[in-house]
């Protein structure tokens, strides 16, 4: 998904949907489902670390831990509403890799997460968020992204996933627009009151996936990261997804949104905002942890950390 690549118009379909079946879903309008199944290993409650699959694969460990299997699971599941081929502009409706790369992050990690406020951008269906809250444990979360389409379909989806669904606000939040506040057709239940504004400031993570596939997306992306962590000892996590495309003019292959990006975090690396004298730096993450869904994790998909620090 790279808008350097697409024209007006063209549908893309998430390499995560051309993997896995979905049912149409019986109760929401043209959205289509997953089901997430998720095999909780060792004592029975949300925060322990789960291997998971998708209800459509194989119900063995795909990474093939012999010492976890010999451990009986108790079983949850997740189910996601989404769609499947959309536009750019409707990406947000879909799952989407880098999304899966996070979640398992933060299952393996949640100790990074747990007890934290948490703020995630572009959340679109709202996987990550729910897995910050449900297994990360988190404190509270705000859920952002644009569109009313999109956010309800987030807010279903936290609403029938999450024991307390009051931990997850869903509101908008456009990182092109950061400073305006909601559009007059936004649905005012995902505007924004002061207090989640203030929770989006004060946050202690930010969470971020697949989201910079233009360059002025990661820029204005950075830049609101810059803005709201300047004033603390924050972390962001982001994941991506390299998508390399075949350039006529180079007549080679070649990412740029990937390499805009690699380039916007090398100069962020060791920034140092002169007004409030905190430090900035950006490192890729290890991504050797264990995958706890049952689908490939390519070579393409990267997680990286930008930290501030007084």
């Given at each position: ?6 024209e007006?118009?063209?549908e893309w379909l998430?390499d995560?949907?051309?993997?896995f079946?979905?049912?149409v ?7 289509h489902?997953?089901?997430l ?5 060792g004592p029975?409650?949300?925060a322990?670390?789960a291997?998971v699959?998708?209800?459509s ?6 990474y ?15 189910m996601?509403s989404h ?5 750019l502009?409707?990406a ?9 790369l996070?979640a398992?992050?933060?299952v393996f990690?949640?100790?990074?997460f747990?007890?934290?406020?948490i703020?995630?951008f ?7 968020s ?10 509270r ?5 644009v569109?009313?389409?999109?956010l309800r ?9 999450l ?5 997850v ?5 456009d990182?092109?627009?950061?400073d305006?506040g909601a559009?007059?057709?936004t ?9 989640d ?15 910079v ?12 990261l810059?803005?709201?962590m300047?004033?603390?000892n ?6 991506v997804?390299?998508?390399v495309?075949f ?11 990937h390499?805009h990006?690699?380039?916007s975090?090398?100069?962020?690396h060791s920034?140092l ?5 905190t430090q ?9 942890f264990p ?15 930008i930290?501030?620090s007084?």
């Amino acid at each position: 998904m790279d808008d350097q690549s697409m024209e007006e118009g063209d549908e893309w379909l998430s390499d995560v949907h051309s993997a896995f079946k979905s049912n149409v879903s019986s109760e929401e309008k043209g959205y289509h489902e997953t089901r997430l199944c998720i095999r909780l290993i060792g004592p029975c409650d949300e925060a322990s670390k789960a291997s998971v699959s998708l209800e459509s694969s194989s119900k063995t460990d795909s990474y093939g831990d012999s010492e976890l299997s010999r451990r009986a699971p108790t079983t949850t599941t997740i189910m996601i509403s989404h769609a499947l081929e959309t536009t750019l502009h409707n990406a947000g409706l879909q799952l989407w890799m880098a999304s899966l790369l996070l979640a398992d992050y933060i299952v393996f990690h949640r100790e990074l997460f747990e007890g934290k406020v948490i703020t995630e951008f572009g959340a679109g269906i709202g996987l990550v968020s729910i897995f910050a809250a449900r297994f990360g444990n988190a404190k509270r979360v705000v859920c952002t992204d644009v569109g009313n389409d999109v956010l309800r379909c987030c807010q279903l989806n936290i609403e029938r996933n999450l024991e307390d669904p009051s931990r997850v606000a869903v509101r908008h939040f456009d990182l092109m627009d950061a400073d305006l506040g909601a559009p007059r057709d936004t649905d005012p239940v995902f505007h924004q009151s002061e207090d989640d504004s203030q929770t989006i400031r004060s946050s202690d993570i930010y969470l971020v996936a697949d989201l910079v596939y233009s360059d002025e997306l990661t820029d204005e992306l950075l830049q609101t990261l810059i803005r709201l962590m300047k004033n603390g000892n924050k972390q962001a996590f982001l994941s991506v997804e390299k998508r390399v495309n075949f350039i006529l003019e180079e007549m080679d292959v070649a990412a740029p949104a990937h390499q805009h990006f690699v380039t916007s975090l090398e100069d962020l690396h060791s920034y140092l905002d002169d007004e409030t004298g905190t430090q900035f730096s950006a490192e890729r993450l290890s991504t050797t942890f264990p995958t706890v869904f049952e689908c490939e994790r390519t070579s393409y998909l990267e997680l990286w950390r930008i930290t501030s620090s007084y």
